[in-house]
């Protein structure tokens, strides 16, 4: 491994200490620790502009001046490290990407991307931001933070330290930008398990969104940091059956565990939106 990318698989696994392994049990589906405990042991996670949210296209406010979402990428394909955290499969970025405009006052550099989903394709589940009541059976998260901050681990402490963007999928043709990702899965079926992964994430990342949604919020995991400005694409893009059909077929138990338990509904409940004011451009 390459100093340079050493460098950024370390400020990418900083991101895990955001959320997937943050202090204390938590979980999704057992009722010992599903989302309706996590205000009992991680404080943050009851406060009042918690994400993911219901985002009510009727309340939503046109925001002409927050502009199109950029994001610049390096121009050639690289290496990512792929995990299988337990609650979700999460990539940890070994180039630059960098987010800008949408009213963002700072650049903020791509830290890592995970997923979140249901269990069938047909559930009716599975993203954690929904439109109008309506789920979506998969949400990317592409997690970014402010690059006036010297890493991640210290930008998650500060007001402006964090960006997301949401890319929601629906059941369609095949999307090959995928490809490359659904095809290490095998290789991260249980938890704690990780690989190399070599795509060009230029084609996965949306360059330029010009229909989106914007509020300010949380982290959608304990520590569900207050501190998250969220950009959500409204036009969904597609995925196939078969492609779905990969993804749940992931464990969120280690591989010598007795019982292996399916990897699905990794998601939060909406939240309530306690008067913020969600945008749109």
């Known amino acids: 491994m390459t100093v340079k990318m ?7 696994m900083l991101y895990l200490v955001l959320g997937c392994n943050a202090t204390g049990t938590w979980c999704y589906e057992e009722e010992e620790c599903d989302p309706s405990t996590w205000p009992e042991h991680f404080e943050s996670c009851g406060g009042n502009s918690q994400s993911p949210i219901n985002i009510v296209t009727s309340q939503v406010q046109v925001n002409p001046n927050l502009g199109p979402i950029q994001i610049s990428s390096s121009s050639f394909p690289s290496s990512f490290v792929i995990t299988n955290t337990g609650h979700t499969v999460e990539v940890v970025l070994s180039s630059q990407h960098v987010l800008s405009g949408a009213g963002l006052e700072d650049d903020y550099l791509l830290a890592a991307f995970h997923l979140h989903f249901g269990s069938s394709p047909f559930a009716g589940v599975g993203s954690e931001h929904v439109i109008n009541g309506q789920a979506y059976p998969l949400e990317i998260h592409f ?10 681990s210290d930008a998650r402490e500060q007001p402006d330290g964090l960006a997301v963007v949401g890319v929601h999928f ?47 919020g949380s982290l959608t995991t304990p520590p569900c940091s207050e501190n998250v400005s969220w950009h959500v694409i409204r ?9 779905y059909e990969a993804i749940t077929s992931l464990y969120r138990t280690e591989s010598d565990a007795d019982e292996q338990i399916g990897l699905v509904n990794n998601f939060r409940p909406f939240q309530p939106l306690n008067g913020r004011t969600v945008y749109k451009y």
């Open 6 to 12: 050493l460098r950024f698989v370390c400020i990418g």
């Open 143 to 152: 997690v970014f933070y402010n690059t006036k901050y010297d890493n991640l």
């Open 170 to 216: 629906e059941i369609g043709y095949e999307n090959y930008v995928l490809n490359g990702l659904i095809s290490a899965l095998p290789e991260v079926a249980h938890k704690g398990q990780s690989t190399t992964l070599a795509i060009d994430l230029r084609e996965m990342i949306p360059r330029s969104v010009v229909s989106y949604y914007k509020y300010q």
């Open 235 to 243: 036009t969904p893009a597609q995925l196939s059956q078969a492609q």
